[in-house]
């Protein structure tokens, strides 16, 4: 159903805040995960109980200081134990439906609340950025509505979010239509009849909806753009000597990247044991017999396992690029490896819980050539 | 051993027990040659066969992988050998990505009665990693 949240006080977050608010107090959800504000500008993602709480809530905030998919994989698990609000970003919902494939999380009892994403800053960044006033709500949502990226004096977006082509989220219970609305407009809602009945909301017709569909779509396409432009920079400099090695010659394989990518969910993973914890005289054979060797070693082998690991469910949120010390692209480069084997699978991450992981299911009938003499 | 002049390829090989690993033996048994730059693995499955088993030797600087199991359909174990060739396609499609030569990496379904084809498929594979050439990771330090 399609209706309208009339803005409140004239402030679209305090708008916003009233809509989760109700759903808190009207018992739709037991307990709701959204980003809070910090002392000091930040946001942090956390479980809200009490509704007094939604006060701090910013479920605007330009800010993704983790994938809160790994979030709500451990609020769930196996089974939720309460009916959950979560308010998610569109690639966080995409890294929830490959997490739930992978069973590490599940949307039973889990009301998914999307909003239209406009892109995130680095946290730093942005904190710095909203003291010096450089970063302002007013201007961060506009972003679509005239055709801009936002805040571009200033720090720019997250490079992933800058060739982000999946801002607006799917698969959502209830969806907050930021894109194309002015700040001092109410806010389109488009939400399940059984929530709004519960929410005492009744059909209010949104503004024309080609209006917005041609802000995404510019928005979509101009990003599209970035994105490949981006892909193929990568793309050659993979396909040129020893690409690999130099894009990943600064690695000091700190494992940043692996722990905040919301995919990477390996309890056990290869990497945490001490499978390449090699004796002394490793080291010493590997440089006579090379010349010379890279310590810490297995740093290639590192990053071509992980991208065999999870490549295929890889949705380009760029955690890793943020996470990482050495400013290696690694979400380009994993989002250009990715983009390859997803194709080969005919798969898109976070499409549909029930698109089978490529790794997990087969036909009889395929690859039929693969295996037979050339 | 590696210069241009004389290539020895050092190829791996990991050989299903049930089929691809007897049809070694056979050939063995039936005193068929082959090149002897093969070492073999045994392993119970093709499916067991973990991508990261392929990618360290190729990183050490393994001239060839050479990756045997039984026909489709023919799994000890119903259905690894599928599963084996999917992991294979992602496999193969990230080296590409990377610029690693994939054609360093070979799948076969060799059974265990197909003691002939698997000389004949090491010979091939022999053939075909020495005209590939060494593998530039044997050299390279930045691994």
Known sequence: ?374 | MNNDNHFEPHILAFLCNWCTYTGADLAGTSRLQYPPNVRVIRTMCSGAVDPVYVLKPLLDGADGVFIGGCHPGDCHYQTGNYKTRRRYVALTEILKAVGFDEQRVWLRWISASEGQKFAETMTEMVVAIKELGPNPMRTSWTV
Not at chain 1, 109 to 119: A, K, R, S, Y
Not at chain 1, 189 to 217: C, F, M, N, Y
């Open chain 1, 1 to 374: 159903m399609n209706t309208m949240l009339p803005l409140q006080n004239g402030d679209p977050l305090i708008t916003v805040r009233g809509f989760l608010r109700q759903l808190l107090e009207t018992g739709v959800v037991e307990a709701i995960f959204l980003p809070l504000e910090v002392d000091g500008g930040a946001t942090l993602p956390a479980l809200v109980a009490d509704p007094a709480w939604l006060d701090q809530a910013d479920p605007l905030t330009p800010v993704m200081p983790i994938n809160s998919a790994r979030a709500v994989s451990a609020l769930t698990n196996k089974h939720s134990p309460a009916r959950l609000g979560v308010v998610l970003r569109p690639c966080e919902i995409r890294a929830l439906i490959e997490l739930v494939k992978l069973q590490q999380a599940t949307l039973e009892n889990v009301t998914l609340i999307g909003l239209d994403c406009p892109g995130t800053y680095e946290v730093a960044e942005y904190i710095e950025g909203k003291h010096a006033g450089r970063i302002t709500l007013a201007d961060y949502l506009e972003v679509a509505g005239d055709d801009r990226q936002p805040a571009l004096v200033g720090p720019s977006l997250r490079p992933a979010c800058q060739m982000c082509d999946q801002p607006v989220p799917e698969h959502v219970d209830i969806h907050l239509r930021l894109f194309g609305l002015g700040t001092d407009q109410a806010i389109p809602v488009t939400l399940s009849d059984e929530i709004a009945e519960k929410l005492g909301l009744s059909q209010v017709s949104q503004p024309a909806a080609d209006g917005r569909q041609a802000v995404v779509d510019r928005l979509t396409a101009a990003r599209r753009q970035v994105r490949e432009k981006e892909l193929a920079a990568i793309r050659e400099r993979l396909d040129a000597d020893g690409g690999l090695a130099s894009l990943f010659a600064t690695c000091i394989r700190c494992h940043n990247c692996m722990t905040v990518c919301p995919i990477c969910y390996c309890k056990t993973c290869l990497f945490k044991t001490a499978a390449f914890d090699h004796p002394p005289e490793h080291y010493l054979i590997a440089a006579r017999r090379r010349g010379a060797v890279r310590m810490l070693g297995d740093t290639l082998l590192f990053q071509l396992t992980r991208l065999n690991h999870m490549s295929a469910s890889c949705v380009s949120c760029g955690m890793c690029t943020s996470a990482c010390p050495a400013d290696i692209p690694v979400g380009a480069i994993f989002s250009a490896v990715g983009a390859q084997v997803q194709a080969a699978f005919d798969y898109q991450p976070g499409r549909d819980v029930s698109d089978p992981l490529p790794l997990i299911t087969f036909q009889a009938n395929e690859w039929t050539q693969i295996g037979e003499e050339k």
